[in-house]
């Protein structure tokens, strides 16, 4: 058995799921070896995502553990087997991995709900605020660096998932770069807001009920939604939450920050008063 070198997000998540499945079932890894007629090793592995596991033992294991959610299998077994070489693979060694991990998220996601306080949404930024939010990052990045981010982030706009940002009006009003570049900006969240598949919502500043988001996060949605996840920005890079308990919190938090929003049209009204503003 050859161990990975780096898992992905998704090998890591797989992994983590058949974990929490044997302890709900209340096994250590020698019992669950012992079911598979494995060594403990391989259970241990499989459970750190540095080896995969074939449908036929993710099933057997399952059926061990007493799943009956046959959903919830299927939607493992699809992780496990999944043998795609994403369009991001061709960054490994030239990005961070979370910029890999986050491309492979929204590559699976059956939508994306994002909450954005002091930037625009990555998705939905132009090249010219793209180049001033990575050209401000501390320690500096070179200009190969910043351009490859770039790059990256122009593929990771190429989505057609049903998408919704809730955007505060600090975000739309700091300008990472100069007034032109501002103002394109605003132009292009009131084009892409006319996607179909794009929903663009805006806090005022003078919108009551607003301390239900602090912070940024991204939820992602998974085939199941016991298998969502949810990014958060960190000082050293994205936190992915998967827990149950965390999934629901943040769930209930979108919810609320979406109803004190205003709706998609007063939202588009509203960027473009700001546009007219520069």
Known sequence: MVKRREPTARQIRLATELRRLREAAGLNSRQAAALLGVSPAQITHIESALAGVSEQRLRRLAAHYAC??????DALVAMATDRTCGWWEKYRGLLPTPFLDLSELEHHARFLHHVAILYVPGLLQTEDYSRAVFS??????????????????????????????????AALR???????AARAQLTRLIELSEADH????V???DLNGFATASSTMTYVGGPLPKL????RDAPHGSVLIDSEAQLNVYRTRFRKVEAVSLEPEPSRDFIHKLAKEL
């Open 136 to 169: 401000s990052r501390l320690p500096e990045l070179t200009d190969d660096e910043v351009e490859l981010r770039i790059q990256h982030r122009r593929e990771r706009q190429e989505f057609t998932i049903p998408y919704e940002a809730v955007i505060h009006e």
């Open 198 to 201: 794009i929903t663009v919502r």
């Open 228 to 231: 969502d996840t949810v990014v």
């Open 174 to 180: 700091i300008r990472v770069s100069d007034r032109a």
């Open 203 to 205: 806090i005022p500043f």
């Open 68 to 73: 009956t959610d046959e959903e919830f299998i």
